[in-house]
């Protein structure tokens, strides 16, 4: 199983990034997937999470209404567009899957997930 996030870069407080997580080795239909993120010394914190098999996204409401998290199951792919960025939204962005077990899809915790991708540095600036 691999995950592989790309996009991050530098934007200028409210701009725009577009995040994508290629997930490959699983099948959207029985795995979720989801963003993390993570400053120095914090632990990380979900973003946003798509669950095709239970038709559920879920976002954190620090990224309500300006984070859209989206999935091409023909690409596996999985992106997460950020829209009305802040100097706040400054970290790395980890992609994660989880296997859809008992009834679990999305939201899960960090340590709920059973793969991860590298992360991907999103820096906004003033």
């Known amino acids: 199983v691999q995950l592989q996030a790309s996009g991050g870069g530098l934007v200028q407080t409210g701009g725009s990034l577009r995040l994508s997580c290629e997930v490959s080795?699983?099948?959207?239909?029985?795995?979720?997937v989801h963003w993390f993120r993570q400053t120095p010394g914090k632990e990380r914190e979900g973003v946003a999470c798509?669950?095709?098999?239970?038709?559920?996204?879920h976002y954190a409401d620090f990224v309500k209404g300006r984070f859209t998290i989206s999935s091409d199951n023909a690409k596996n792919t999985v992106s997460l567009q950020m829209n009305s960025l802040k100097m706040e939204d400054t970290a790395v962005y980890y992609c994660?899957?989880?296997?859809?077990?008992?009834?679990?899809?999305?939201?899960?915790?960090?340590?709920?997930?059973?793969?991860w991708g590298k992360g991907t540095l999103v820096t906004v600036s003033s």
């Open positions: 994660g899957t989880a296997e859809e077990k008992f009834g679990l899809a999305c939201p899960r915790p960090y340590h709920g997930m059973d793969y």
């Open positions: 080795g699983v099948s959207f239909d029985n795995y979720s």
């Open positions: 798509i669950s095709s098999g239970y038709h559920v996204t």
